[in-house]
């Protein structure tokens, strides 16, 4: 293993070549939880693969040829890890997260509150939490370890960290792929309120879509049915969790806290059905 995040286990295959392996493991709060959520993995995995290749015409992505059964010849290993895993295209990663948002929520909304802008962004007043935002705004953060937080940062920080011109490409290429999946999941009864990417490069510079895309771990996904401005709406995603670990007495470092088995099996099915309403 060369490294482990708070949900994917990466593992060198080769020089050209990573085996990703997506767990079960929970992430709230950048914290990961104690108790898994069984299939979550494959989920993610599915989901991600499905966008990936919906994307393919706008960015280059991770993916290769080559599946766990030609790089692991322990078969009864490869059972076990085939559904969850990928075999990935070495990259460099950049040091950012690309958040893209589409209605103002999370700590979109608590940043607007307090200073009517969101990440340095202004805003009009008078917005509703939940609302659609007047445009689609890309709102970078630095990338945490396990443990720690992501925090915002400027699109002046990314330049100084990237490059003007790929910073240019990153923001574009983000918030191209945001508005292609939002409408089509609107279609499936599903609003994508926000999410974000990871890019890496290779050997000639060329940019890459890496680790996940458009899962319920990376984005917000609301059913249109339920969605109403001035609340905020359910989600098909670990929300369960989050408002299950706002009602505790945690400070929200490591460790998390124990999970109460109906949590787990109903945030399970949220993901399944996310899965199902979006690929079928």
């Known amino acids: 293993?060369?490294?482990?995040?708070?949900v994917r286990d990466i593992y060198s295959v080769d020089d050209n070549h990573l085996l990703i392996v997506t767990t079960d493991r929970l992430s709230?709060?950048?914290?990961?939880?104690p108790d898994p959520i069984p299939g979550k993995g494959e989920v993610l995995t599915k989901i991600s693969l499905f966008w990936f290749r919906m994307m393919a015409d706008i960015i280059d992505n991770q993916l290769t040829d080559l599946t766990v059964d030609d790089v692991v010849k322990d078969k009864a290993l490869c059972d076990i890890l085939r559904a969850q895993s990928l075999v990935v295209k070495r990259l460099k990663p950049l040091p950012i997260?690309?958040?893209?948002?589409?209605?103002?929520?999370?700590?979109?909304?608590?940043?607007?509150?307090d200073?009517?802008?969101?990440?340095?962004?202004?805003?009009?007043?008078?917005?509703?939490?939940?609302?659609?935002?007047?445009?689609?705004?890309?709102t970078p953060a630095s990338k945490a370890e396990a443990g720690d937080h992501d925090e915002n940062i400027s699109f002046e920080k990314v330049v100084d960290l990237i490059g003007e011109n790929l910073a240019n490409r990153v923001r574009d290429v983000s918030i191209q792929i945001y508005q292609r999946a939002a409408a089509y999941a609107l279609e499936r009864g599903?609003?994508?309120?926000?999410t974000k990417f990871e890019f890496g490069l290779d050997d000639e510079g060329r940019l890459h879509i890496i680790d996940e895309a458009l899962t319920p771990d990376s984005s917000r996904f609301w059913p249109v049915d339920e969605y109403a401005v001035g609340t905020s709406p359910p989600s098909f995603d670990k929300q369960f969790v989050r408002d299950y670990l706002e009602t505790l007495d945690w400070d929200k470092t490591a460790p998390g806290p124990d999970l109460p088995a109906e949590l787990l099996e109903q945030t399970g099915d949220k993901y399944r059905e996310a899965l199902d309403r979006m690929t079928r």
């Open 190 to 194: 599903i609003i994508i309120a926000d």
């Open 115 to 138: 200073t009517g802008q969101v990440c340095g962004i202004d805003l009009p007043a008078g917005l509703q939490q939940a609302e659609k935002l007047p445009e689609t705004l890309f």
């Open 97 to 113: 997260e690309a958040v893209v948002r589409g209605y103002l929520i999370g700590s979109g909304w608590k940043d607007y509150q």
């Open 1 to 6: 293993m060369i490294g482990r995040g708070k």
């Open 28 to 33: 709230a709060y950048d914290v990961v939880m």
